[in-house]
């Protein structure tokens, strides 16, 4: 059985994410470990994990994962906004500990035009201190629609993972920033040649999750706009081809979509993508 769900809202209490899962009729999930918009990362309440741990274990939903705060830039130059990215993912991942979460999963960061090679260092340094903080949480790299300054292209993937060479540390390939980097997935061969890309950048046994989204914009647009499914650019071909092949097609799939109504992942969204 394929394990399909969205990303949902923890707000109130964490159990109030499995309520939602079953709801959009997924058997696995995303959260935020707290709001969205805010710094502030506390470990989760001891009763909530408790009975959200329970409820998730008794309606079988797994894997969970953890979405980092969009804040985080581990490439930034200003040592205070990297200090506060790196306690936040730290929080992430203790709190990621406390549930059972399959991993948090991160955008890296943006460079601002510096290049790669200018951050690569503190990169590095970076996410390895974060691993020698916390236990047994994955960290999961994701990949970016190629914007100008942003970290996250297959090759800069590998490279991190490669050098720093801890088995917590995977990937997570969101098929909308693929999309938008210029992969068009649509077309079969081009989803094979990628595959082929990830296995000689040794990437494919590290990849733990797909997100999976359409996209608003187009090939190549180096711009991230979601969509839902079937209804972007890529359309339900395009995603079937990507979520079926061999090298992708045990992956839990997480959506991200606006949903019908705005409200994020929904019913509707899920089951089209239950029948790709
Ligand atoms: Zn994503
Ligand atoms: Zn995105």
New binding site residues.
Partial sequence: MRRIGG?VSMAGSLINSVKKTVEIGGNCMQIFAGSPRSWLRKPFPEDQVASFTKEAERLDILPIFI?ALYLVNLATTDVYLLEKSITSLIVDMQNGDLIHSAGV?V?IGSHQGAGFDSVKNQLITSIQRILESTENCNLIL?NDAGQNGKIGSPEEISFLINSIKNNRLKM?L?S??LFESGVDIRITESVDKFSRKLENLNLTDKLICI?L?DSKTKLDSHSDM?ANIGEGEIGIEGLRNLVNHPTFKSLPL?L?VPGTDKHGPDLANVSRAKEL
């Fill in positions: 990303h979405h999963i955008h994701e997570c969101d909308a920033h997100h989204n979601h997480i991200e």
